[in-house]
């Protein structure tokens, strides 16, 4: 069976921050993209595929912001599947020291299984699984 979540997490530091104090959101995105790519990495074992690139990120929904010192916990979910296609949900819980985790982010992305061609390009290829 196809494992569908993944979870990742990062700890954010001072290189992490934007000019108004919190987490640079191109930093978070990066994140997502990863934690995105974890789950694939898993849905796609035992297939033919050779790996899994970003075809989009759809969304991205900044909720909360996060702070310095705050540990970013990601949970990827594969939501559908079509031929070479992942559908993939990220959510970005930030935890402070001194506080519950909460919903800081969530976002979607298409994943698109590849394989590396004859002529040494990643091309498309079918995952040949479902969930
Ligand atoms: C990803 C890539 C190999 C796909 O090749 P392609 O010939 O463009 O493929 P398609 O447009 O047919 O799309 C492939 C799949 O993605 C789906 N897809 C494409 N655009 C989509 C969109 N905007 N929203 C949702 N799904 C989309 C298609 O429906 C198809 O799904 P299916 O095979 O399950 O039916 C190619 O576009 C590519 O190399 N892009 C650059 C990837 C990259 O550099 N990413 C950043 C670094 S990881």
Known sequence: MAQLLA???QFVMP????????LFGGQMI???DLAAA???HRF????????AVTRTIEQVDFKEPVYLGD?????????SSGTTSMHIEVKAFAEGSKSE??????ASLVMVSVKKSN??????HPHGKSI
């Open 7 to 9: 979870k990742y997490s």
């Open 15 to 22: 290189d992490h921050i934007n000019v108004v104090g919190t």
């Open 30 to 32: 990066a994140w997502i």
């Open 38 to 40: 974890k789950v694939a």
């Open 44 to 51: 796609l074992k035992g297939s033919e595929a050779d790996g």
């Open 71 to 79: 540990w970013v916990n990601f949970t990827a979910k594969i939501v």
């Open 101 to 106: 985790p909460r919903l800081a982010c969530i």
């Open 119 to 124: 002529s040494g390009i990643y091309i498309k």
